[in-house]
Nanobody, 126 residues
Framework: QVQLVESGGGLVQAGGSLRLTCAAS????????MGWFRQAPGKEREFVSA????????YYADSVKGRFTISRGNAKNTVYLQMNNLKAEDTAVYYC???????????????????WGQGTQVTVSS
């Protein structure tokens, strides 16, 4: 069984930075892609960023382009989200996701992922 654990969330002032980490555990964990989604209070969960393991294709939501950077660790089981110039509207619970199956569903969609973390809270004060 695969488990994803997020860390690095917290409270930060607007304009500040945070780095989220997602660590995966599991005997045979071999993702095709990993991604980050977020859910703000009263809103639906939305895509933030994703990275394909093969080819390193990277995707960002328009709202975070130029401010957030996704990267993966040397080990196959870690992905990071560097968040700079944070804004109050970035406040949300951030979820890590992993897709371990091939799919034609875009990696910007929840349906392309089959494992999810419990989430980490990011709060940006204005």
């Amino acid at each position: 069984q695969v488990q994803l654990v997020e860390s690095g969330g917290g409270l930060v002032q607007a304009g500040g930075s945070l780095r989220l980490t997602c660590a995966a555990s599991g005997r045979t964990f071999s993702p095709y892609a990993m991604g980050w989604f977020r859910q703000a209070p009263g809103k639906e969960r939305e895509f933030v960023s994703a990275i394909r393991w093969s080819g390193n294709s990277i995707y960002y939501a328009d709202s975070v382009k130029g401010r957030f950077t996704i990267s993966r660790g040397n080990a196959k089981n870690t992905v990071y989200l560097q968040m700079n110039n944070l804004k109050a509207e970035d406040t949300a619970v951030y979820y890590c996701a992993a897709g371990t199956f091939l799919t034609e569903v875009p990696r910007t969609k929840e349906g392309s992922y089959n494992y999810w973390g419990q989430g980490t809270q990011v709060t940006v004060s204005s």
